[in-house]
């Protein structure tokens, strides 16, 4: 009897309808071919994020290995803290009035980023930032899982010394040794558990990371400045380059500032929509710049004694540590490193990743298996070891982001507050007929402005991943990819929408929901009268305005 119920569940298994979502009885769509409970505002009862939990996440990410790649990696190209430091500053205060902003939005309507993305882009036209996003979640998810790899390694070298000298069965082209790709497999298995933590409960991971962490970065400044008095390290440093070289590298450093969080800029709603009240996350304007200034200057201080030290720009801290005879000092240093790798990963990266997924397919996939499908493809099919062979790979890498991400941020910021004046339909949101469908499901104004805004980028992109491409002086363009791009975008949207205004989505209240939630017989007959009938719907029927 056991050998028919197991083929059975083996069977029920393989047909898509066991995967089916049930969707919520209050939804706004008309189908759960279009939202599902991840994707649905959420309830009060559920935002559950204070304050303090905001202030917890910045300092958590700001105590990310990333971030001191990132500062000490521009040691790496010739720039010397001085110069250095002042740019992820102004980069970080530019980077909190985007988020706050946008984040606003989330914990006003408490709707997230890909459903929010659609009263701006129109409701297909979305997807493109929504695809864009996916994509870049994923690199982010398999660059963090390496680094946390490395952190691993050394933890477990600390405790098996030999584990070094393990035999190496991988060519050098690849980048990454046998003992290393152990350790990130055993790694990407660790993050698992933590992908089943509702967005609400991760807050707590960050609390923890806010608590552990900073006296870790606090202990290896201090191991610095002891090993290498300031006279003879940082405060020692010069600078390699000068005149033009030295501007435009400082403008590079300021976009690569802009770009290490500018993907989290764009969904950040993803996030803010579990505030308690909006007033909660304005901490973040404040947050923001003093955690990421004060982690990169610790980041850089610690790089440059490595260098007196070692004699070489150890950009990435965890081979710093490698350097290190305080098996002691090496594991705990490394076991910092794995918390607060491990939070950011799940945190900006997978649950990013899991949002998105779930609007691609709200019918089968919710946050949790957005997730898990971003482990696999993130984790292994884009081979992060690669991405991060070099410090100039690295910010090059970082300098992409900004081609796409500035003009999207820019088009979310520009609509909400400035065209629509915060006056948005959110039932209309999940509803692909409803009134953001534009023309055929796409804004032509932010279709205009993505056009006119990415291709002055584009050489330069070409030019950063091969540069036996000479583009000319449209290199230059790429070191202010993210100002040129979000500027470019939010002047061009606006214009476009202040003379060809959408005028069915332009409302002199904002609309919440509405008494009755939407069926298939609503989704039908939008399809035969399209945007009319919503247009009479959201001011006629029940509905709760603000």
Known sequence: MAKPDIRSRLAAI???????LEPEPSTF????????????????????????NYVAYWISDATNAAVWELSSSMLAIGLTWRQALPAIAVGHVIIAVIMVLNGTIGARLHVPFPVLNRSSFGFWLSYFSVISR??????????????????VYQMLKAIWPSLARLPNHLPESANITTASMMCYFLYWLIQFPFMLISPQKIRWLFLAKAVIVPPTWLAMLIWAFVKVPSSKGLLNDHSSLSGASMSWAWLSALNSALGIYSTLAVNIPDFTRYAKNERAQYVQLIIIPIAFTLCSFVGMAVTSAGVTLYGQVLWDPLRLIDQWDNRAAAFFASFAFVLTTLGTNI????????????????????I????IICAFLGGWALCPWEILASASGFLSFMNGYTVFLGPIAGIMVTDYWFVHHTHVDVPSMYRPHGRYRYHYGVNWRALVALIVSV??????????????????GAVYLYDIAYILGFTLASSVFYVLSVVFP????????????????????DSASDEKHGNEKYAVDVTETGIQNV
């Open 368 to 371: 949790r298996r957005g997730q």
């Open 455 to 472: 291709p002055p980028n584009l050489p330069g992109l070409i030019n950063s991943i091969n540069t036996n491409i000479h583009v000319g």
């Open 134 to 151: 996916v994509i870049l979640s994923m690199f982010w998810f398999g660059i963090q899982t390496y680094t946390g790899s490395e952190c």
């Open 14 to 20: 393989t047909k898509p309808s066991t995967w089916v």
């Open 29 to 52: 769509a008309p189908t759960n071919s279009w939202s599902n409970k991840d994707m649905d505002p959420v309830p009060p009862s559920l935002r559950a994020w204070s304050t303090l």
């Open 347 to 366: 945190s900006a990266n997978s649950l990013s990743a899991g949002n998105d997924m779930s609007a691609l397919c709200p019918k089968y996939i919710n």
């Open 502 to 521: 959408a005028k069915e989505t332009m409302l002199d209240h904002t609309i919440l929901g509405d008494e009755e939630p939407a069926t298939a017989e």
